[in-house]
């Protein structure tokens, strides 16, 4: 089955090809085009902006994921596309592209969800045989959600952030700390030249019994930090904060533990309570080396029968080859919507 994923939700411009066949799964192609360089003298995401790229490149992306994995329209045998959630004029176009293709070429359209392709991410590799239940901790710019999966398609959400995302924590860090956009990858190469107890920052939630998140609270202890530094910092550091390299590198290390522990400390948790098989990550931050290696020590130590399961690196940021795997997925199951009721949804959960 050759199936035709197509991703706008945010600031990348995707498609990729897959091709699946009873249990092997070969990413024919995987087209992304980040539009970071656009929206980093903003310092954010401007909706507007980001959805005009994505209008003046979606075709030549649609164009270059056929031509890489050498396949013609008509073979294609299912189009598959990210409806929500996410940015709404970015969605859109989206969407859009997709409705005119299923017209034309006469292919069933799928409408997916962008979180429950985050989860599929984990899929695109044939490494292991992954078993249910399964708890996967999504962390991207936009959401953190620990989600138990009993099955592919049967989704519950226990926990989720009440604020900020962990990814947008790392970004809006990232810009008190001057380093520039996306915050995350940054401050992940910066934190290993740092110190991770050189602050004392807060673990927000970590001692609640339940399974929500908040990270607003740590981004301020860190802009308290830099703006009053003898207030929390535990030694003198020079008056010009941002620009001093070591307290930079000791913020970041700082900082990505605050983070991780929090983030690792919940999902061991979860995982103990719903007794699950299996723990993936998922979405921007599961690209995070910190998080993948003090994930994987506290597994082994505290649920050594549970198995572990990262995306690789290339399906853990926004990218079409994972909504192409939800495609197969509801291709399958005959989970087909008419063209006419498939509408963007921002806020559509998983
Ligand atoms: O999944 P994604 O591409 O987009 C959304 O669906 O939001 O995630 C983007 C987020 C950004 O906030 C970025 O800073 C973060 O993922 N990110 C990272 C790393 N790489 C990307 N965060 C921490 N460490 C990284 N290595
Ligand atoms: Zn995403």
């Known amino acids: 089955m050759i199936i035709l994923g197509i991703e706008t939700s945010c ?18 192609s995987n087209v992304v085009l980040s539009q970071v360089k656009i929206h980093k003298k903003y310092g954010g995401i401007v909706p507007e902006v980001a959805a005009r790229a994505h209008v003046e490149q979606i075709n030549f992306i649609i164009e ?7 396949i013609k329209p008509n073979k294609i045998n299912y189009i598959s ?56 901790l999504v962390v991207s710019g936009g959401h ?60 927000p939630m970590l001692n609640k019994p339940n399974f929500s998140f908040s990270f607003s609270g740590l981004k301020t202890a860190v802009l308290y930090t830099v703006k009053k530094p003898t207030h929390l ?15 930079v590198y000791d913020m970041c290390a700082s900082f990505q533990k605050a983070v991780t522990d929090v983030l690792i400390g919940k999902t061991v948790r979860a995982a103990q309570k719903y007794k699950v098989k299996t723990v993936m990550l998922a979405g921007g931050v599961s690209a995070n080396k910190k998080l993948r290696e003090d994930l994987k020590k506290t597994v082994k130590k505290e649920l050594p ?44 959960e998983i």
């Open 11 to 28: 600031d990348e411009t995707a498609a990729a090809v897959l091709d699946v066949m009873s249990s092997r799964i070969k990413v024919l």
């Open 305 to 348: 029968n549970v198995n572990l399961n990262y995306p690789d690196l290339k399906y853990t940021t926004d990218n079409a080859a994972m909504v192409a795997m939800v495609g197969y997925w509801k291709a399958k199951k005959k989970d087909f919507t008419d063209i006419s009721e498939i509408k963007v949804d921002p806020n559509w």
């Open 144 to 203: 953190t959600q620990l989600v138990l999966i009993k099955k592919i398609g049967n989704y519950q959400v226990i926990g989720e952030t009440l604020d900020d995302a962990a990814g947008e924590a790392f970004d809006k860090v990232a810009k008190i700390l001057d380093l520039g956009y996306p915050g995350g990858p940054i401050i992940s190469k910066l934190a290993h030249k740092g110190k991770v107890n050189a602050f004392d920052l807060p673990r």
């Open 233 to 247: 910092v535990k030694k003198k550091v020079n008056k010009d904060f941002v620009r001093n390299k070591k307290f």
């Open 81 to 136: 596309v990210v409806s929500g959630p996410g940015l709404i004029t970015s969605l859109m176009v989206g969407v859009e592209a997709a409705k005119t293709l299923s017209l034309v070429w006469q292919k069933p359209l799928l409408a997916v969800n962008h979180l429950e392709a985050h989860v599929a991410s984990n899929f695109l590799n044939n490494k292991n045989k992954i078993k249910f239940p399964v708890l996967c």
């Open 64 to 70: 270059q994921s056929l031509k890489k994995a050498k």
